[in-house]
């Protein structure tokens, strides 16, 4: 059964350094998500893409994030200058419609020193 | 806005005993989705059941059930004669679809425990 993929599984960051996560959805799925979870917190949405460009966005992703497509497979989340707060796990999810079932990645656990 | 609530935060049973996990959710929309999502120690979340607002019935995987009731906007979950492979947290979530975006809104998990 196809699978999200995310890279690395575990990233260790220095405050105010930038990082990017890497998440290859399933193929022939169209929408992506970014959600993050504070260690022994609920999941919470950041952001969802469709088409290129950002369909909804939360408070939490505010100007240090970014998100691209940058080919056919990858979507990646840039954070460009980390704080002690961004310390989570990062899932990626996919699904081929709206309200479809989300399949999510194994997530990247992140880690700012 | 939407909110999902799960009171009950930890849950311990024993091997075998039947347990139920509660899920209240508010929203206006007419068309939602509920799903259940469960997390086991590794981390990963994994898909567990996808149930639209128009379909009521309750359903039945295995060792899983599902109740649906639209009055009392609940969406419970069962696992019955548990088993120690099955303790994870296991999070609700709603879904909607808002001019064309939708995201899902998560509950703050129950952590569920059982016991040999």
Redesign the interface.
């Known amino acids: 059964e196809p699978e999200v993929t995310q890279t690395p599984s575990h990233q260790v960051t220095q405050m105010g350094q930038e990082v990017i996560l890497r998440c290859v959805p399933i193929s022939n799925h169209l929408y992506f998500y970014w959600y993050r979870q504070i260690l022994g917190q609920k999941v919470e949405f950041l952001v969802s893409f469709y088409n290129n460009e950002i369909s909804e966005k939360s408070e939490i992703f505010d100007d240090q994030f970014s998100v691209e497509r940058p080919d056919g497979s990858n979507f990646t989340l840039k954070i460009r200058s980390t704080k002690l707060e961004d310390s989570a796990m990062y899932f990626c999810a996919s699904s081929y419609q709206t309200l479809a079932r989300s399949d999510f990645g194994p997530g990247t656990r992140l880690t700012v020193t | 806005a939407q909110k999902v609530t799960q009171a009950q935060t930890e849950i311990s049973v024993v091997e075998k005993e039947d347990v139920t996990l509660d899920c209240v959710y508010e929203t206006r929309d007419t068309?939602?989705?509920l799903?259940w999502?469960k997390q086991p120690p590794s981390?990963?979340?994994v898909?567990l059941i996808?149930r639209?607002s128009f379909d009521e019935q309750n359903e039945i995987s295995g060792r899983y059930s599902w109740n649906f009731q639209k009055s009392t906007s609940s969406f419970n979950f069962t696992i019955t004669a548990s088993q120690v492979v099955d303790s994870a947290v296991y999070?609700c979530?709603l879904?909607e679809?808002?001019g064309?975006?939708?995201?899902?809104?998560?509950?703050?998990?129950t952590k569920l425990t059982v016991n040999p």
């Open positions: 068309t939602y989705y799903f999502y981390g990963e979340l898909f996808r639209n999070f979530a879904s679809r808002q064309g975006s939708e995201k899902l809104v998560f509950g703050k998990g």
